[in-house]
């Protein structure tokens, strides 16, 4: 048969991407409300927390290097500690997981923007002003009331200086902001997606970006309630947590860590669904077992929620509820080992492409495993007894954190920052960076718990030089200064990529999501035109489909309406590159017309031919 | 009563990698709890991480194998299997959490040489094993202790061996958290909620402990120490201590009456 005769013919095409408003760069990404806007502000705005937080960090364990220091007066230090828990996990932590989320998750599911742009654009500022109100507390006397501020310390009675009160405002605002976040994603997700993405072909980042909005609007709404009446206590003579006049003490701390369980689960789950999608890109494999990862996110955030009594095993509570609370973090073993049994399931066969990325997720995955298998045994009540508020727990809590927030958060800033900047991080820091990470917090953690079995307890200004503790709490410091390192050189590499890295493609290393079938950067509107979405892979569909039409010069003539229907498709897909956005099997196969993609893909995705999508009778069957 | 199991694994440890070594069978069984939980997650954690090393270096078939394999992969069986096989460790873990817990918790009698309440002048039977209790009040930023009899020390706890004593916990100011390590975990008291812990001493000694609140600005100060002596030395630094304290406020009292200081006379 003799094959039609093709004739590539330029188009017109609506490229709003290059238009210049007249305005400057950063006037323009500040008064946006587009969602990649909103998520570079967050982005920077953590990363510079980051610094503040490990500035605080270095400047704690400097004090903390000998003992009975003197390098840092108590009150000072009590000021560093309560800036320290809300900046490490509040005001980077969680907003780098925002930043990525709000860039990132419209793209994955195939969406043009954000469902609620100008909400999305509120919760940022909400944070600023939020983190600003905290941090201007430095100019005159701050809070001294701990990480938590647990009530009756922060009450007026014991912190009679406003720091807590711009503590717990700043707290407020924060929170107010991430509900805004969450509210808006979950409008994102629930209404945005591509044709086609049921929610089980949802890819597993934006998953677990519905999970962390689900519970950040639950574990939010906590803490608001639990900052207002602290302030009311404190301003307008409330008595919520004043024991004399009939208020419970005890209420704060249950609600204050409800919230910090919460964000515990959310820095979590970010890290789960970024690494298993960086697993499976980066060893060339699919994903295994998608939707058992899927439901364990779920039910880790349930249960991971419903446990935050387990901080509190030794607090005056009846011993049943603690049982219960038992049952939940015990319980948290199921959807843990599972997301783990499914990334090795994943990575086992694969040929691994050791790049930036896939290292720092193998390390997250590392030390987030650490982490949690030791918070896992002090879910156990007596072992609770003797080892929480030591180093011991604090260990467990920052190895499952540093290796969540940082090494998880940095994995999945390697893997999109081409996708942000249209550029590659530069490979020559981050090695160095990586490995000064991971050491470091081992460095730190494993002599901090050493210590916090001779007796250590976590957030003292001093320890005594008789208790055995000096190596160890002199180790941890080494330690935090080789983390500390670690994260400035990403930084630095971050910040000096942005606009001299090498140059990225679209698909910068071949990722089946959507997002890489937008350009880097993509244009405001992210796609020319929507795909249909036939499997849990859509991008290595398009991209077997490209294939397969560029090497096959001979189209079946027994498919004559997919010949006609896209003349250009196989003359410009050879040259796929950066210029796929605009290209082939999408132009034809819009939400209008989703027969023309089903007749044109010479191998249909997988899912047409097995219907049941990850529970089909697969290789371990 | 457990935590006999946990003197082999403790000892082969060494002292470095368990908390303070227990003195008190209630410590005993957290010992016990400790090794158990934290044998089985560094076996679960090393092993995972040392199978997460091995799957990374894996060089796989060819592109073109691994690209011809089946899409769907992780199946409902192999799942299953998993998600049972970790439910099933998860139960064992709460049931063994609950029995550890509740023989932690359980309060065992005074020993033969321990104290009696017989001997402490309340009223209790002869021979009644009912535990020695005492108060014991956080305040910024130290321990306050009141015996049976009103006598109050501060800083050091002075109990006899072998006997069973139960703390009753409060706070008079903020959150603090009592914590000696080789006699009871940790309990933590609010004003207005109080708390209890208790334990039988083994042995004469010194024990350290710290609370585990902060608490303000001298948190790191608010150390504990329970002393351990035979009971006939406890009844005699209870006599003499609340001979000094009765000392201590006559004199106060006479220097009131006197003029010499500010006060209300009792007289």
């Known amino acids: ?621 | 009563m457990l935590g006999a199991f946990a003197a082999l694994p403790a000892a082969a440890l060494g002292d470095g990698l368990t908390p303070a070594s227990p003195a008190s069978p209630g410590t005993e069984d957290t010992q016990l709890a400790y090794i158990v939980m934290v044998a089985l997650g560094t076996l679960i954690a090393v092993g995972v991480v040392i199978a997460l090393i091995a799957a990374a270096r894996g060089r796989g078939g060819a592109e073109t194998e691994r690209e011809a394999a089946p899409r769907t992969r992780g199946t409902s069986g192999v799942q299953r299997r998993a998600g049972i096989g970790l439910g099933l460790l998860a139960a064992a873990v709460f049931v063994f959490g609950i029995v550890v817990t509740e023989s932690a918790r359980e309060v065992e009698p005074t020993g033969a040489d321990g104290l009696t309440t017989a001997q402490l002048d309340i009223a209790a039977p002869a021979g009644d094993t009912q535990p020695l209790e005492i108060k014991v009040s956080g305040q910024q930023w130290l321990w306050r202790y009141e015996y049976p009899d009103g006598t109050f020390s501060y800083y050091e706890m002075v109990v006899p061996v072998d006997t069973a004593v139960v703390l009753d916990l409060e706070s008079t100011d903020v959150l603090h958290r009592w914590w000696v390590p080789a006699l009871t975990g940790m309990f933590a008291v609010a004003p207005g909620s109080g708390n209890q812990a208790w334990f039988k001493a083994d042995e004469v000694g010194t024990y350290e402990g710290q609370s585990t609140q902060f608490s303000g600005s001298s948190y790191a100060a608010m150390r504990a120490a329970v002393r351990v002596v035979e009971p006939a030395e406890y009844e005699a630094w209870l006599t003499e201590e609340s001979q000094g304290i009765q000392e201590a406020q006559d004199a106060v009292q006479r220097a009131v009456d006197d003029g010499t200081a500010p006060g209300v006379s009792l007289g």
């Open chain 1, 1 to 621: 048969m003799t094959p039609p005769a093709y004739t590539a013919t330029p188009r017109p095409e609506v490229a709003t991407d290059r238009l210049s408003t007249g305005k400057r760069d950063w006037v323009s990404v500040a008064t946006s409300a587009d969602h990649k806007a909103v998520g570079k502000m967050f982005i920077a705005t953590a990363l510079t927390f980051l610094a503040a937080a490990i500035t605080l960090l270095v400047m704690m364990r400097i004090q903390l290097m000998i003992p009975d220091g003197t390098i840092i007066r108590p009150e000072i230090f009590n000021r560093l500690l309560s800036a320290y828990g809300i900046t490490a996990t509040l005001l980077f932590a969680v907003p780098l997981l925002m930043g990525l989320i709000s860039y990132i998750v419209p793209l994955q599911i195939g969406a043009r923007g954000a469902a609620l742009p100008r909400l999305n654009a509120l919760s940022y500022w909400l944070y600023l002003m939020g983190a600003v109100t905290v941090y201007a507390s430095f100019l005159y006397h701050p809070s001294e009331a701990g990480t938590l501020a647990l009530a009756p310390l922060s009450d007026d009675l014991f912190s009679g200086t406003h720091g807590v009160d711009a503590w717990a405002a700043g707290f407020g605002l924060v929170c107010l902001g991430l509900i805004a976040f969450a509210i808006s994603t979950l409008t994102t997700v629930r209404l945005q997606r591509a044709p086609g993405m049921v929610w089980r072909r949802v890819p597993l980042f934006s998953f677990a970006a519905t999970m962390i909005s689900a519970t950040l609007i639950v574990v939010g709404s906590v803490m608001v309630a639990a900052v207002s009446m602290l302030l009311i206590d404190r301003n307008f003579g409330g008595i919520f947590f004043e024991a004399g006049e009939g208020g419970a003490p005890l209420l704060y701390e249950h609600l204050s860590w409800i919230f910090f369980t919460g964000i515990y689960v959310v820095i979590l789950l970010g890290a789960f669904g970024a690494i298993s999608e960086i697993f499976a890109t980066f060893s060339r494999q699919p994903q295994f077992g998608q939707r058992t990862i899927a439901g364990s996110m779920a039910a880790f955030a349930v249960l991971g929620v419903l446990a935050w009594m387990q901080n509190m095993y030794s607090a005056p509570i009846p011993i049943g509820f603690l049982y219960f609370a038992m049952l939940m973090a015990v319980s948290l073993a199921v959807p843990v080992g599972l997301i783990l049994f499914n990334w090795l399931a994943t990575l086992r066969g694969g040929s691994t492409a050791m790049k930036p990325p896939m290292r720092f997720a193998l390390g997250a995955a590392a030390l987030i495993t650490i982490g949690l298998a030791g918070e896992w045994a002090q879910s156990v009540i007596p072992v609770s007894w003797q080892v929480a508020n030591t180093g011991v727990a604090w260990g467990d809590t920052h190895m499952a954190l540093i290796g969540s927030g940082v090494l998880g958060g940095f994995a999945a800033l390697h893997y999109w920052f081409p996708k942000i900047t249209g550029r590659y991080m530069g490979t020559s820091l981050s090695g160095g960076s990586f490995w000064l990470i991971l050491g470091g917090t081992v460095l730190m953690v494993i002599p901090i718990q050493l210590a916090g079995l001779q007796g250590m307890p976590v957030d003292v200004y001093k320890f005594y030089g008789d208790t055995g503790m000096s190596v160890y709490n002199l180790l941890g410091s080494l330690g935090a200064f080789a983390l500390a390192l670690g994260i400035i050189l990403t930084m630095i590499n971050a910040a000096s990529s942005y606009n001299r890295g090498a140059r990225a493609g679209h698909d910068a290393w071949g990722g089946s999501t959507l997002e890489w079938f937008a350009l880097s950067p993509p244009p405001a509107h992210n796609f020319d035109l929507v795909p249909d979405v036939r499997s849990n892979e859509p991008y290595r569909d398009i991209r077997e489909a490209v294939r397969q039409r560029s090497t096959t010069l001979e189209l079946p003539g027994a498919r004559p309406e997919a010949a006609t229907a896209e003349p250009a498709a196989a003359t410009v897909a050879v040259q796929e590159p950066a210029e796929a956005q605009s290209a082939p099997v999408g132009s034809e196969s819009g939400p209008e017309t989703p027969a023309a993609a089903v007749d044109g893909d010479p191998e249909p995705a997988s899912d047409a031919e097995n219907p049941s999508d990850g529970d089909g009778d697969g290789p371990l069957a």
